[in-house]
């Protein structure tokens, strides 16, 4: 390998799109390593082109030190069913038309950061194939389950056919990086890898997360009150029907001076808050819609606790959501209803808040009133805990200088 190695990353999403893998892009330019981006149009979550982006493009630009090279998508409009499966096969063939200029391109190692659809990596293995250059793998969704998860696929012959397509595409890559012990039991089953070509990395947050931002128009337009805050993603899988019913469940206790504020966007949105409206929640709920990413510590100073659900799924209770690593960086309690590693990380590792299991709306209550019920005081230790547990263990240097050493590292 050269004294500069050249990396090569494959993934559908990136810059202006806010995901973790900007952030490890921005580390390994840092840490001198040439990086080059393949990615398709920026249309999410809102589902349109970003302003800028056209069909015309741009397809090639030239970012914080790093080569972007785009392919082209179909959006994913309005979220449906039938958009959202145009979105997931577009990429994967758009991304084919740059194999002849990559097969003459110098690269040491590729890097598929692995999101849905699984296929989106499709050009970044055919590469390594053809080539012989050593590809790793971050698998951040298990495919298929993450996909029947989104979408009810009943045909048998159609489960059985991704299955088969999503299993095919894990035994590739000469390494794989998962997120928790139990995803990598479940990968090493499927991909048949050895022990030292599988490492468990969990997503690093940005270090904007740490900040406490006072804002104070916001701080007046939220009002005074005990705030429930949610960050991100506003999809199925977040099972915001245990937050509806736990909001349910303590308003009819009395406790009206809780008010649940949502910060993100998603393919759920509407009906979320038409089941909100159903539910004559209209008044302890807020929804504030997408905000850039660097917002988010403005809601996150304000938040008395944080809150994140998951939909009952052996698939979830192997992930550690992103969510909560920032939500522990943020120095804040957490509430949360979700199955598997994340309760010894939060309650026993991390010390910085109360879990529940996933689903359960009742136990998601109780946890938000026993956080209430604390002092503010009490409050402020829990999320001390936690930030003091992330800067030890981790904080973004740690994390990606761990991912950076085995991607990089012979297989």
Partial sequence: MTSRPKVLVVGQHFWPEGFRINDICDFLV????????????????????????????????????????RAPEIPRGDNSSLRIFLNYVSFPLGSLL????????????????????????????????????????YVLDLWPENLFSVLDIKNRFLRRLVERVSHWHYRQPDKIIVLSEQMRAKIQSISGLPDDRLAVVPQACESLYEREIIDEDLASRLGDGFKVVFTGNISPA?????????????????????????????????????????????????????????????????????????????????????KVMSYIASGRPLALAMDGEVRSLVEDQAQCGLVGPAGDSEALADNIRRLYELSAEDRRRLGESGKAYHFANLERSIVLGRLKKFLLSPA
Wanted: aromatic share 10%; glycine share 10%; charged share 25%.
């Fill in 98 to 137: 740059h194999l002849p200029r990559l097969l003459f391109g110098r690269y040491d190692k590729i890097f598929l950061y692995q999101l849905s659809p699984v296929m989106m990596s499709i050009t970044g293995i055919l590469v390594s194939k053809l080539r012989g250059i050593e590809s790793t793998m």
């Fill in 238 to 322: 977040q099972s915001f029907e245990t937050m509806i019913e736990a909001a349910a469940l303590l308003k009819r206790e009395g406790l009206t001076g809780i008010s649940w504020i949502i910060v993100g966007d998603g393919m759920s949105r509407n009906d979320v808050e038409q089941q909100v409206k159903d539910r004559g929640l209209e008044d302890v709920f807020r929804f504030e819609g997408h905000h850039p990413v660097t917002d988010v510590p403005k809601y996150t100073t304000l938040a008395d606790v944080l809150v994140g659900c998951l939909v009952k799924s052996d698939l979830l209770e192997a992930t550690i959501p992103a």
């Fill in 30 to 69: 840092e840490s001198d390593v040439d990086v080059e981006v393949l990615c398709g149009l920026p249309n999410y979550p809102q589902g349109s082109l970003f302003p800028g982006y056209t069909w015309r493009g741009p397809y090639k630009e030239n970012h914080k030190g790093l080569k972007i090279y």
